[in-house]
């Protein structure tokens, strides 16, 4: 579905990326782990086309996603960035309306289409009840889950999201990640997810990618990561893995820190 070739990407003279490659399979989803400053965020932003690798290429459903316009590219690809200010008092329907952008124009008449797309995106992300509400009055976590509406209001191929549940509660964190676990086995959505909830990634992901520093330290399965020295070596997290019968997930309890040398 995306496919990183030889990425190397800087916002000043160094490279904060050096010769990244990875594939993003379709219909998975992929959590993106890694402490601050990794590069996570920035990486998600290459994959929509928001900055412009120094060399590489990234690939999108087989084309390079240069050759994309932005409609066109928007059609396959949805961005939730981790945090969406608005200062206009737009009602929240309208901000998830927003989304049907790649499929008219601005000031078109929505269609019985569109209008079935924005009523399924509300209640997947249990927000129908916030659709008249004014979207500047709503709390963070209320926001997010508007722009996440929105952005499955593109009925994108890939859906891209930066720290998704930041401002949710738990119980809403919990809703997101099983909504897009359902969203990539169900409808085939490939996802690609920054999060610091390191036991979301591991009881929802189907594929982690660990980062640190500009690089790709690993990528595994939940299943295979828990057995590697990844959350000491990276994290400088002391901790244990324990396996949830009932769900069949591995959760992670830290009790200490390894001092930095």
């Given at each position: 579905?995306i496919?990183i070739e030889n990425?190397s990407?800087?916002?000043g003279?160094?490279n904060l990326f050096?010769d990244?490659?990875?594939t993003?399979s379709?219909g998975?989803y992929?959590?993106?782990?890694?402490?601050?400053g990794?590069?996570?965020s920035?990486?998600l932003k290459?994959?929509?086309?928001?900055?412009?690798?120094?060399?590489?290429?990234?690939?999108?459903l087989?084309r390079?996603i240069?050759t994309?316009?932005?409609?066109?590219?928007a059609r396959?690809?949805a961005?939730?960035?981790?945090q969406?200010?608005s200062?206009?008092s737009?009602?929240?329907?309208?901000i998830?309306a927003m989304g049907?952008?790649?499929?008219?124009?601005?000031?078109q008449?929505?269609t019985?289409e569109?209008r079935?797309?924005?009523?399924?995106?509300?209640?997947?992300v249990?927000?129908?009840?916030?659709?008249?509400?004014l979207y500047s009055?709503l709390?963070?976590g209320?926001?997010q889950r508007i722009?996440l509406a929105?952005?499955l209001a593109?009925?994108?191929r890939?859906?891209?999201?930066d720290?998704?549940?930041a401002?949710m509660?738990?119980?809403h964190?919990?809703k997101?990640?099983?909504?897009?676990?359902?969203?990539?086995k169900?409808?085939g959505?490939?996802?690609?997810?920054?999060t610091?909830h390191?036991?979301?990634a591991?009881?929802?992901?189907?594929h982690?990618v660990?980062?640190?520093?500009g690089?790709?330290?690993t990528?595994?399965s939940p299943?295979?990561?828990?057995k590697?020295?990844?959350?000491?070596t990276?994290f400088k997290?002391?901790?244990?893995?324990?396996?949830?019968?009932?769900r069949q997930?591995?959760?992670?309890?830290?009790n200490g820190i390894?001092?930095?040398k």
């Open positions: 579905m496919k990425l990407f800087g916002y003279p160094d050096n990244i490659t990875l993003f379709e998975k992929t959590a993106i782990i890694g402490p601050n990794a590069g996570k920035t990486l290459l994959l929509n086309g928001l900055l412009v690798p120094n060399r590489g290429i990234i690939k999108v087989g390079n240069e994309y316009d932005e409609k066109e590219l396959s690809i961005y939730v960035p981790q969406t200010k200062n206009f737009y009602r929240a329907r309208d998830v049907r952008h790649p499929y008219s124009g601005i000031f008449t929505q019985e569109d079935d797309s924005v009523d399924r995106a509300l209640d997947s249990d927000a129908t009840h916030l659709g008249h509400r009055e709390s963070g209320e926001q722009i929105s952005a593109q009925d994108p890939v859906l891209l999201l720290e998704p549940s401002f509660d738990i119980y964190q919990l997101l990640h099983g909504i897009m676990e359902d969203l990539s169900d409808r959505i490939t996802i690609i997810a920054v610091h390191l036991n979301l591991l009881g929802y992901a189907d982690i660990v980062m640190n520093e690089e790709i330290v990528e595994k299943d295979d990561l828990v590697s020295k990844i959350f000491e990276v997290v002391k901790g244990e893995f324990y396996f949830l019968d009932y997930k591995w959760h992670f309890i830290a390894f001092e930095k």
